[in-house]
Each structure stands twice: as C-alpha cells, then as structure tokens.
C-alpha cells in the first residue's frame, strides 16, 4: 500500500455503512499509538466484549478514520471463534498472514520461531496494522510482539484474558448507550428507505440492550413487518430479558426466522452444516449443500444477506457466530438426521471433486481411489491443459481453502464418510508437504488413517500409511516412519500391489539412509528397480519407475563414501528418462543432485550448468524452497572454484527469494 493511500485491511470486509461513531474507545486506543510513537515503539491492544457487541467493527471503523497512518500495509487474520472449535495454532495464523503480507506460502514451515522471524524481518522499520480477530486465548499475543516502531498490533476476543502479557493494553467494548442505539436502529430503517418511529426505536433499544448485532437483525426484522404492526413489534420486547442473553438473541433470531420463505428458513438451517462461521463459502459451495439451482442459490443468500443473518466476505458468505450457533440449533430441532447426512454428504462431494482436479495438475503420482479416475475422466483436455500451464492457481486454491478441506476430513470421519475422508488425505497430500504444513499433515493422515481402517481399505491405508511415514521421516521419527513402512510393505504384498511393494521399498531405504545403513539402503533401492522392470506392464509407468529408483539410488551412493561413480551412473540414467518428460520437479531434483555429486567429485566446473538448469525449473515452478537449496549449492561450487563475487552474488538472491 502506497503512502497517502486510504487505510484498507486485506483479510477484512468493508466496514458497515450504518457503524454509529464510538468516540471514546476509538479515541482511546488513538491514544495508546500516539504514545507508543511518541516512545518508538509498536502499540498493542486487547479489544474483548461478548459476541454481537461490535468489536469487530469498531476496528474496521478504526482503520478507516487512521488512514494514512500505516502506509505499509495493514492486514487482518480471523481466527476461530466457536467454542469447540480447534484451539489456535500460532504458526497457521502466523503463516496467513505472512502470505497475505506477500510471502509465497511454498517458502513457509510451521515452525512458529522460524515464522516469527520472517514477520520480525518483515514489519522491522515499517508502520503496518496487524488484526488478530477471534482470538481464542492469550497465548498468541507473545508471538505478535516486534520492534516496528509507530505500528499497532490488535487482538480481538470474546474473553478478557487475566494474564494478557504487559505490553498489550485492554479495552472492552460496552453495549450501545441508549441514544447510540437508537441511532443506529433509524439508521438501518433508513438504509431500507423506512421511516423508524420513536415508539419501535425505542422497542428496538430496550429489547437489544445495546447490542450492535441484535440491533441489526432487529431493525431488518421490523422494517419487513407490514406499515402500522407497532403492535407486533412490542410482543417480543421485554426490557427484562436483556438479563438474559441467549434469550434475547433466540427472540431475535426468531422474528428474523419467520420472515424468510421456505427456501431461505431451509438455507439458513442447512448452511450452518458448514463448517466454523468463520470459514467463507462460495456461492457454488452453498449451491452444492442445499442441492438448488444457481438462481434459488442466490435468492436464498441474498435474503438471509437482507436480513443480517449472513455477511459478505472476500469471495463469498460467512456467518456471525452468534447467527451459526442460532441456525445449527434450528438445523437440529427441524431437519432429520438424514437429511442433514444428504446435505453434508452433497458438501463433502463437492469439495471433494475440486480438491482431486486441482490435486491432479500437481502431480501424476499413483493413487488408489476410483473417484480420481473418474474425475480425470470427466475434465475435458482444454480445462486441464490450462490449468497444467497455471499450477500456482491450482495450489492456491488448495492453499486458500485449506482449512475448510482439514475441516471437512473430520467431518467426514465424525459422520461415517469414510472413503471421502480417505479421498480427501489423498488429495491434500500435494499442497501439504509442498507447503510444510506438517501440523495439518499430521490431522489429516491420521483421521484418514482411522477411516480407512474402519471402512477396511486395505489399499488406501497402505498408501496413507506411505503418506504420514514421509511426515515422521522429516520430523526424524525413525522408529515410527519403519513401522508404518513396514505396515505398508505386507499390505501390498498381500494385496499384490506392485506401485506399492516398490514404493514401500524405497520409503525402508530411506529410512536406513537416515541410520546411515548406505549399504542396506542401496539394496532396498535395487529390489525396488528389479521389481519395477519384472512386474510393471504399463511401459510408461514401468518407465517412471524404473527411472525414480536409479534417482534415488543414485542419491544413496552419493552420501555412502567412494560410490561416486556408481552416483553418476544411476542419476545419468534418472535424467535422460525425465529430460523429456512432464515432470518437471522431479527432473530439477535429479539435476540438482547430480551438480552436487559433481561438486563432490571434485568437477565443480561441470556442476554449475545442472545446478543452473534446476534453479531455473525450480523458479518456474514456484519451488522457491528448492530454488534456495540450489543456490546455496551454487554458491558453494563457485567457492570451491574460487570465484567469490559469483559465491555472494548467489548468497544474495538466494536471501531475496
């Protein structure tokens, strides 16, 4: 965001156009900045208040009154906010933000120390906004704390925290005084172009205590009542209740309930199945759930949209909290089990399908399940030739929608769709481990896992199995990596399942290479490639195969000392099978590779054109991970050959990527 340009948080809706102007907490938290900059310091404040209060709208409000105060850039990352839901991980949050700060998400572990570094590096000597909305506990705020002088950092959450670290200054959020709620009442009549008289503004007041959010859905209430039904509105309006919260939001709730049609009461019940409020959905989410035509789909979302039952976010509709817990509440007084089964079952197919076609473009590897086939099948060449040419758009659809897709994997177990909980490990493996998303790996291999055992999948278990080893291995789990291995291992002996059999063998070398057992590892390797040439009878993928196992084999010479030679020959046989081959990851991982054991052979000249071959690929690919990685080796080779300037020269891009 340039300087001088209007304050816009990337992350959050536009702020209501009826907001009534809360001067003291907004004056208040203007303050704590002015001081933290007359101080050289970040600001941090702790905004909390119940649901409905407004909080989130006051810091929406607040963005826009500061304008140009931040003009490097002012973010929003919303959190969980449902009780029951999945605690806060720092690191995805962490991680959110960094992407939406412009950081390619490939470049991103879930080590919160790493990530908290790069946002360190990120805000050091630049003014930024940075919103946490929906914060479950305090444990984050000791994360968000940098040197950015003139900066504000904001936590919002229902609860007032007791051990809320020194820095952050609290405020809570009150109800609406009487006057403001009024206005605001006149002001959401007036916005449907109504005439809000004394008599239902101050029904309105006393029935919502104040409560931005009950004010809201009231006002639409009553403006669709018919001219003259005054009468009708003082029913539900007992000054009493507002004691009684959950009872003064059913009340509301219910006038706003027997307004909508059908069609909208039926959305407004079954979109709740959705998983968190927080978690937009699109318009054909929405239209795959309730099982609708596009125009009922609409009409539906634009009628609980008129009556505040349903916001409007970046690229599609969420539910207030509040307004979720009210619909899954109806959902279950009305709908039957298996209707509600129906509709959660349509969901999960939904995303499903779009999970496995993007899945698909990122990697032509073996896969177990009928539905990957025949979605395969069914996209027409023209569609899947774009998307080969755009591969970012098909991990970032699968990055954007990642926690809907975790989400949606326990759902799916919590209700007995197991194959499409298995479906769905298959189907993120791409986007988590290119991403590193080992913590949201580990969920969803391991509910996957207990899916397919339920369900007695002998082949998908042996695969996911494959799948959550790769994890351990990474983590230097050795002993858990070799059991699930092996698992795998007798599964697809017994099943007779060769991809598997050899895919098993080379995930136990690798195990081995990790205990420095070269010699062993190698002759796993060797039994992986005999198998491969003896029973595989498609050419292509005997081909593959074949070549996949000289590359690693190829690998494992190169860490076992005076095999050089037997390196070369296997990663030669690697590279000219994929030199001409749709795969590019794998071909740059096989140069880069062969550059090293070139570098260690003492051929550092020859090492710099393979080297330079798979950094280029690797840019192509957005692999920016591996582009550091080759680098790093570039920059070594041109050390051993003396070459200094070219070493920094490497150091340095390799530090800007």
């Given at each position: 965001m340039a300087a001088g340009s209007t304050t816009a948080l990337h992350g959050m809706p536009q702020p209501d156009d009826t907001f009534v102007n809360r001067g003291g907490p907004l004056a208040a938290i203007r303050r704590v900045l002015e001081d933290a900059k007359a101080a050289g310091q970040c600001a941090y404040v702790h905004v909390y208040g119940p649901s409905g209060v407004g909080k989130s709208q006051l810091i929406y409000q607040l963005a826009r009154q500061l304008d140009t105060e931040f003009p490097d850039g002012a973010w929003c990352v919303e959190l969980g906010s449902v009780e029951g839901a999945v605690l806060a991980r720092p690191a995805a949050y962490l991680r959110q933000l960094l992407t939406y700060m412009g950081v390619d998400a490939a470049t991103l572990t879930d080590d919160v120390g790493l990530l908290s570094t790069r946002l360190r590096e990120k805000v050091a000597t630049r003014r930024v906004l940075i919103v946490l909305d929906g914060v479950v506990g305090p444990a984050i705020a000791e994360v968000f704390r940098f040197h950015a002088p003139g900066s504000l950092v904001v936590l919002i959450s229902r609860d007032r925290w007791d051990r809320l670290p020194g820095s952050y200054v609290p405020f809570e959020i009150q109800p609406l005084k009487d006057q403001d709620a009024a206005e605001l009442a006149e002001l959401r009549f007036r916005r449907r172009g109504i005439a809000c008289t004394p008599r239902v503004a101050d029904a309105i007041v006393r029935g919502t205590g104040g409560m931005p959010q009950l004010i809201a859905v009231g006002a639409e209430t009553l403006a669709g009542l018919p001219a003259g039904s005054e009468e009708l509105v003082l029913r539900f309006v007992d000054a009493k209740l507002v004691k009684d919260w959950g009872r003064v939001f059913?009340?509301?709730?219910?006038?706003?309930?027997?307004?909508?049609?059908?069609?909208?009461?039926?959305?407004?019940?079954?979109?709740?199945?959705?998983?968190?409020?927080?978690?937009?959905?699109?318009?054909?989410?929405?239209?795959?759930?309730?099982?609708?035509?596009?125009?009922?789909?609409?009409?539906?979302?634009?009628?609980?949209?008129?009556?505040?039952?349903?916001?409007?976010?970046?690229?599609?509709?969420?539910?207030?909290?509040?307004?979720?817990?009210?619909?899954?509440?109806?959902?279950?007084?009305?709908?039957?089990?298996?209707?509600?089964?129906?509709?959660?079952?349509?969901?999960?197919?939904?995303?499903?399908?779009?999970?496995?076609?993007?899945?698909?473009?990122?990697?032509?590897?073996?896969?177990?399940?009928?539905?990957?086939?025949?979605?395969?099948?069914?996209?027409?060449?023209?569609?899947?030739?774009?998307?080969?040419?755009?591969?970012?758009?098909?991990?970032?659809?699968?990055?954007?929608?990642?926690e809907i897709l975790v989400q949606l994997v326990l759902l799916a177990h919590d209700r007995g769709f197991d194959r499409e909980a298995v479906a769905f490990g298959e189907a993120l493996w791409s986007v988590l481990h290119l991403h590193n998303h080992f913590d949201n790996w580990r969920t969803v291999h391991e509910v996957a896992l207990k899916s397919a055992e339920r369900a007695n999948l002998p082949l998908p278990l042996m695969h996911l199995s494959l799948q959550l080893a790769t994890l351990e291995l990474r983590e230097g789990k050795l002993d858990r990596a070799e059991t699930l291995v092996d698992t795998a291992y007798r599964i697809a002996v017994d099943q007779d399942h060769v991809f598997g059999q050899q895919s098993a063998l080379e995930w136990k070398a690798r195990v081995l290479l990790e205990r420095q057992a070269y010699e062993r590892a190698v002759g796993f390797y060797s039994q992986s490639i005999d198998l491969a040439q003896a029973r595989l009878t498609d050419a292509e993928g005997r081909g593959r195969a074949v070549a996949l196992g000289h590359f690693h084999r190829g690998r494992a010479y190169h860490r076992w000392r005076d095999h050089l030679p037997e390196s070369f020959a296997d990663l030669s046989i690697a590279a000219t099978f994929f030199q001409d081959s749709a795969d590019r990851d794998n071909y740059a991982k096989i140069l880069h590779e062969y550059g090293d054991a070139l570098r260690h052979g003492q051929r550092a000249r020859e090492a710099i054109a393979p080297l330079e071959m798979a950094l280029s690929l690797f840019l192509a690919e957005k692999s920016l991970v591996s582009a550091r990685r080759v680098l790093q080796s570039l920059a070594r080779t041109a050390q051993a050959l003396g070459d200094h300037p070219a070493a920094q020269e490497y150091l340095r891009r390799m530090h800007t990527i």
């Open positions: 059913r009340q509301m709730y219910d006038s706003a309930y027997d307004q909508l049609s059908t069609a909208g009461k039926r959305a407004y019940r079954l979109l709740s199945l959705h998983p968190l409020p927080e978690l937009e959905f699109s318009v054909d989410a929405a239209m795959a759930l309730l099982g609708t035509d596009f125009v009922t789909t609409v009409n539906a979302l634009t009628e609980l949209r008129n009556k505040n039952l349903l916001t409007t976010a970046s690229e599609g509709y969420r539910f207030h909290s509040s307004v979720w817990r009210d619909a899954a509440t109806r959902r279950d007084e009305v709908d039957s089990p298996d209707v509600q089964q129906e509709a959660v079952g349509r969901m999960l197919l939904w995303y499903l399908e779009k999970a496995v076609s993007y899945e698909l473009v990122l990697s032509d590897r073996w896969r177990v399940l009928e539905i990957f086939q025949r979605v395969a099948a069914a996209c027409d060449l023209a569609d899947r030739v774009a998307r080969e040419r755009t591969r970012e758009v098909a991990l970032a659809w699968l990055e954007r929608n990642l």
